[in-house]
Each structure stands twice: as structure tokens, then as C-alpha cells.
């Protein structure tokens, strides 16, 4: 089992940057494919970013390729978002996601065992 705490969350200006982490503890953090999701109100939890165990391969949503980044350091145990030219429909609730058996190519939510508590992304215009 891991535990999930994510922080770097915020109010930014449209434009603006964040970065995210998730630190895990529990079972060693590189047996995990990683990754984020988001949820605004009213809808779904979406895929946002996955990341394998490793580090070498990683997948992005279309709505934010070339504007985020996805890494892991696994000697600190933590997974990393950079979010650079934050838009207004980036606002959501962020949530970091592990998966025992999974790969980092499977976006669906279902797929994913543990998951944080969240934390609020808040773009103005």
C-alpha cells in the first residue's frame, strides 16, 4: 500500500505557472506507474499526465501538451507537475494516482489503486 499527499497548489493569473508535487510513502514509490488527474465541478476526473515507473516514458492529455510536465524522483519518492501557461480551464482539483499493475498508458481512472486527497489549481483571467 502507498499514501499520497499532494501540495504546490494556488491562485495564479492566466499565464501564470505552478508545480505540483506528490510525495508517497508506504511501499517503495518505483514499483508505481504514477500519475495526474484532475476534476473541476461539475464533471468527471480526467486524465491529465502518467508517468512509468521509471521515468522514461510519459503521456500527456491533448488539452495540456507543451504546457505541462510530468517527472518523478524515485530516491525522494515524489512525482512532480510543471505547469507553465496556466489557462482558465485548467482550474480543477488535482489529484495524484498509483498504480501497482498498471502501466503508465492506461489513463482510465479505474486503473489507478491509491489516490491523494487533492489539491486546488485556481487560474483567473
Known amino acids: 500500500q502507498v499514501q499520497l499527499v499532494e501540495s504546490g497548489g494556488g491562485l495564479v493569473q492566466a499565464g501564470g505557472s505552478l508545480r505540483l508535487s506528490c510525495a508517497a510513502s508506504?511501499?517503495?514509490?518505483?514499483?508505481?506507474?504514477m500519475g495526474w488527474f484532475r476534476q473541476a465541478p461539475g464533471k468527471e476526473r480526467e486524465f491529465v499526465a502518467t508517468?512509468?515507473?521509471?521515468?522514461?516514458?510519459?503521456y500527456y492529455a491533448d488539452s495540456v501538451k507543451g504546457r505541462f510536465t510530468i517527472s518523478r524522483d524515485n530516491t525522494k519518492n515524489t512525482m512532480y507537475l510543471q505547469m507553465n501557461s496556466l489557462k482558465p480551464e485548467d482550474t480543477a482539483v488535482y489529484y495524484c494516482?498509483?498504480?501497482?499493475?498498471?502501466?503508465?498508458?492506461?489513463?482510465?481512472?479505474?486503473?489507478?489503486?491509491?489516490w491523494g486527497r487533492g489539491t486546488q489549481v485556481t487560474v483567473s483571467s
Open positions: 494516482a498509483a498504480s501497482q499493475f498498471g502501466s503508465a498508458s492506461s489513463f482510465s481512472t479505474q486503473r489507478y489503486d491509491y
Open positions: 508506504g511501499r517503495p514509490f518505483s514499483t508505481y506507474a
Open positions: 508517468i512509468s515507473r521509471g521515468g522514461g516514458s510519459t
